[in-house]
């Protein structure tokens, strides 16, 4: 095993590790037969010995854990914090000082910090962010200079919470579903789009040929799996609001299969009785959820 400074940490030798060191290379100068028990001078001795080394270690380790605000104490973390132009207020407790210093619980305020709060929320499994900075109210109906969050997953107050952190006072919040917060008593109300997921049923009718290298393209169920997969999975699915087109169904083949050309798609959408072709409407507060899918080969 490795000691002192690694990539991990610092591995300190602890008092035990040390005095067998020791005994084990008595052994080697003077021989087995060497007398070092506890009760023995020379064992004594042994023992004093590594308890001023085991000190050393332990000296080095907190030398190695002054440096990270996290792990240093009283003197330190005031020298730490005037390396980020923090002073550290009359009385103020470490543990206040540490969060200070290294931004604890302070959200940095951007699209994509806030998609990654709500996204770590437990039991979310999909979500995104909209923003309208301008000053009119914007084609999904969000209000000016208003952020909107739509999730799916969790639980309506834990999202609440982690929207809350990064939309200072000011900014208002846009949704289908409203949620009363508290923070150091004072109240607010967050909004966010919790979508309606909508069964969709698609029949996308392929061309069929060979690739540029002369060989067959995938078998109709080969390529409606991959872009069944390519749909549902949370990283690029549809968002809601986002309509199921002809390009979203064409750049996907073309990006993945040679020798297969889009032609046309069929859809049909719940609740709905007549088929749609070529479009699936999708309102803002629903997102498409994509129950099968079915390739035609139309021409070979």
């Not at 206040?96 to 619980?105: D, K, L, Q, V, Y």
């Given at each position: 095993?490795?000691?002192?400074?690694?990539?991990?940490?610092f591995?300190?030798?602890?008092?035990?590790?040390?005095?067998?060191?020791?005994?084990?290379?008595?052994?080697?100068?003077?021989?087995?037969?060497?007398?070092?028990?506890p009760?023995s001078?020379?064992?004594?001795?042994?023992?004093?010995?590594?308890?001023?080394?085991?000190?050393?270690?332990?000296?080095?380790?907190?030398?190695y854990?002054?440096?990270d605000?996290?792990?240093?104490?009283?003197?330190?973390l005031?020298?730490?914090?005037?390396?980020?132009?923090?002073?550290r207020?009359g009385?103020l407790?470490?543990?206040?000082?540490?969060?200070?210093?290294?931004?604890?619980?302070?959200?940095r305020?951007?699209?994509?910090?806030l998609?990654?709060a709500v996204r770590?929320?437990d039991?979310v499994t999909w979500?995104?962010?909209?923003?309208?900075?301008?000053?009119?109210?914007?084609?999904n109906g969000?209000p000016?200079?208003?952020?909107?969050v739509?999730?799916?997953?969790?639980?309506?107050?834990?999202?609440?919470?982690a929207?809350?952190?990064?939309?200072?006072?000011g900014?208002s919040?846009?949704?289908?579903?409203?949620?009363?917060?508290?923070?150091?008593?004072?109240?607010?109300t967050?909004?966010?789009i919790?979508?309606?997921?909508?069964?969709?049923e698609?029949?996308v009718?392929?061309?069929?040929?060979?690739?540029?290298?002369?060989?067959p393209?995938?078998?109709?169920?080969?390529i409606?799996q991959l872009?069944y997969?390519?749909?549902?999975a949370?990283?690029t699915?549809?968002?809601n609001?986002?309509?199921?087109?002809?390009?979203?169904?064409r750049?996907?083949?073309?990006?993945?299969?040679d020798?297969?050309?889009?032609?046309s798609?069929?859809?049909r959408?719940?609740?709905?009785d007549?088929?749609?072709?070529?479009?699936?409407?999708?309102d803002?507060?629903?997102?498409a959820?994509?129950t099968?899918?079915?390739i035609?080969?139309?021409?070979?």
């Open positions: 095993m490795n000691f002192g400074v690694q990539p991990t940490g591995v300190r030798k602890n008092t035990a590790q040390i005095l067998d060191e020791v005994e084990q290379q008595l052994v080697t100068e003077f021989g087995p037969g060497v007398i070092q028990t009760q001078p020379l064992g004594q001795i042994n023992g004093l010995f590594a308890d001023l080394v085991s000190e050393l270690w332990e000296l080095g380790e907190d030398i854990q002054s440096y605000p996290d792990q240093a104490e009283g003197t330190r005031d020298i730490l914090g005037r390396l980020r132009l923090v002073a207020p009385g407790p470490d543990a206040r000082f540490r969060s200070a210093i290294t931004n604890e619980g302070t959200a305020i951007t699209l994509a910090d998609v990654t770590a929320v039991g979500g995104v962010a909209f923003v309208n900075e301008t000053g009119a109210q914007d084609d969000m000016p200079n208003s952020i909107a739509a999730a799916l997953g969790g639980t309506d107050e834990r999202i609440a919470d929207i809350n952190r990064f939309i200072p006072p900014i919040s846009y949704g289908n579903v409203r949620v009363p917060v508290e923070e150091d008593g004072y109240c607010r967050i909004k966010m919790r979508p309606v997921e909508t069964d969709v698609l029949v009718r392929v061309i069929r040929g060979q690739t540029r290298k002369g060989c393209s995938p078998a109709p169920m080969a409606g872009l997969d390519h749909l549902t949370s990283e699915r549809p968002w609001g986002e309509n199921i087109t002809p390009y979203t169904i750049s996907f083949l073309e990006a993945n299969f020798g297969v050309i889009y032609d798609f069929q859809a959408k719940a609740e709905f007549e088929a749609f072709d070529n479009v699936v409407p999708i803002f507060f629903e997102i959820n994509v099968s899918i079915g035609q080969v139309i021409s070979e």
